[in-house]
């Protein structure tokens, strides 16, 4: 909780509310009152993780990349799997990156990060990906 002495904002989370309180008139009690209810907002983060996955895996069509840290404490790695058995494509990667966790730009192996980005951005397109499939007459 936040408040800001002689001000007017109160900040509790990532909510916010504009109460009328000033220096000397128990602007504590005045802060913990506006907010006195049987919930508190859980923030962004909560309400995102109860979501996941945010998009369907069997909708991206897309040449999909996934990568992940070995030491991510935030994409739980069997979920990943799942997510990524669901990507239709047959052009996909799954990659697990050692010794970086979820904020793998700037992590300390970062430039494993940006190989493995140029690697897949610069492969060679198949030379061949099997039968085309023959339209119905």
């Known amino acids: 909780?936040?408040?800001r002495l002689g001000?007017?904002?109160?900040?509790l989370g990532s909510q916010h509310r504009q109460i009328g309180i000033h220096r000397g008139d128990g602007h504590i009690e005045a802060c913990q009152r506006?907010?006195?209810?049987?919930?508190i907002p859980n923030g962004?983060?909560?309400d995102m993780c109860s979501?996941?996955?945010?998009v369907d895996p069997a909708r991206i069509t897309a040449p999909t990349l996934l990568m992940r840290g070995q030491y991510d404490?935030?994409?739980a790695f069997d979920d990943l799997i799942e997510f990524f058995k669901r990507l239709p494509s047959a052009d996909k990667q799954f990659t697990v990156m050692p010794g970086i966790s979820h904020a793998s730009f700037q992590q300390k192996n970062y430039l494993m990060v940006y190989h493995l980005l140029h690697?897949?951005?610069s492969r060679p397109e198949p030379v061949y990906i099997g039968p085309v499939p023959q339209r119905a007459s």
């Open 1 to 3: 909780m936040h408040v």
């Open 7 to 11: 001000g007017v904002r109160c900040l």
């Open 34 to 39: 506006s907010f006195r209810s049987d919930s």
């Open 44 to 46: 962004t983060y909560i």
């Open 51 to 54: 979501k996941l996955p945010i």
């Open 73 to 75: 404490g935030i994409a």
């Open 119 to 121: 690697a897949w951005f």
